[in-house]
């Protein structure tokens, strides 16, 4: 189901390009270049600026296929941002300014050619609150199929349950799918939501703090399906509790201020940072 992202090749990022742009060798940090096999997204020397303001500086790091990648940081540090960049949210916002590039499969998303809509169709997004449509549980997740074009009920029911199981909702919402999704608990709901997400199959699903409204038990739902996810997906998720940050993820960027200040295997850069503001940040110094 998944449809053709059309860009313009670029002589500035051909497809077999590096998964992190090469800097000269006294340049280079090893603390921010783990070697990534197989980047489905690239983000290269990516600066963003609301009005005058500088909110993100130079970032430039490559984001593993299928598996999971945690933004942490404190607040205002430019991670929220930073996840919005990659599937162009932030071109909503008024005088925002955008250098760099952010390569999605080999291509710039930048480009003008690019389709959005086909761009955020691969790469879908949950926010920090849930926000299920004043719609039936069933016509959430059909939602985005309907719009292109897919109203073969059969084919809806089909992709409905199996996105309902994928979100490991469809026991707990089987018998009430006519029900208003507006009746279900906060984390039933993130989970609809999620359903929603992956019914079109994207490629990469960003999740902003998905878990910061939601109880333990919700929580720790979430972060079970997450694990599940990453088998068809590659998720991106902004975090402010570390806790989770080494539970469910791959690889965990540490931004600070608009900066990256590290980047690389959770269990590395939680045990034995390479930076001693990372080693502050997770131990409690500040933040």
Wanted: with cysteine; glycine share 6%.
């Amino acid at each position: 189901m998944n449809s053709t992202l059309t860009l313009a090749p670029s002589p500035a990022a051909p497809p077999a390009e590096p998964a992190v742009a090469p800097e000269p060798a006294a340049e280079r940090d090893p603390a921010l270049s783990p070697v990534i096999e197989k980047p489905i997204v690239e983000i290269d020397r990516l600066d963003l600026f609301y009005g005058t303001k500088q909110a993100l500086k130079s970032i430039s790091l490559a984001i593993p296929e299928k598996q999971i990648t945690a933004f942490i940081g404190p607040s205002g540090c430019g991670k929220s941002t930073l996840l919005r960049c990659i599937n162009r949210l932030n071109d909503l916002v008024d005088g925002v300014r955008i250098e760099g590039q952010i390569r999605f499969e080999g291509r710039n998303i930048f480009d003008p050619k690019v389709d959005i809509n086909a761009l955020r169709k691969r790469i879908g997004m949950v926010f920090q609150k849930s926000n299920p449509f004043p719609k039936s549980i069933y016509e959430n997740v059909a939602y985005g199929l309907r719009i292109q074009g897919i109203n073969k009920k059969g084919t809806l029911d089909e992709i409905v349950e199996k996105s309902l199981k994928g979100a490991a909702l469809w026991d707990e919402v089987k018998d009430r799918l006519d029900d208003s999704a507006l009746g279900m608990s906060g984390g039933q709901q993130q989970r609809l939501c999620i359903a929603r997400a992956i019914a079109v199959e994207p490629e990469v699903i960003l999740f902003d703090e998905p878990c910061s409204a939601l109880d333990p038990i919700a929580t720790a739902k979430i972060e079970e399906l997450m694990e599940d996810l990453k088998k068809d997906f590659t998720l991106v998720v902004v975090t402010h509790n570390m806790q989770q940050a080494s539970r469910i993820s791959d690889l965990t960027a540490f931004l600070y201020l608009g900066e990256l200040i590290e980047y690389g295997p959770t269990k590395k850069l939680f045990i034995k940072p390479a930076k001693k503001q990372t080693e502050d940040y997770i131990t409690g110094r500040f933040g």
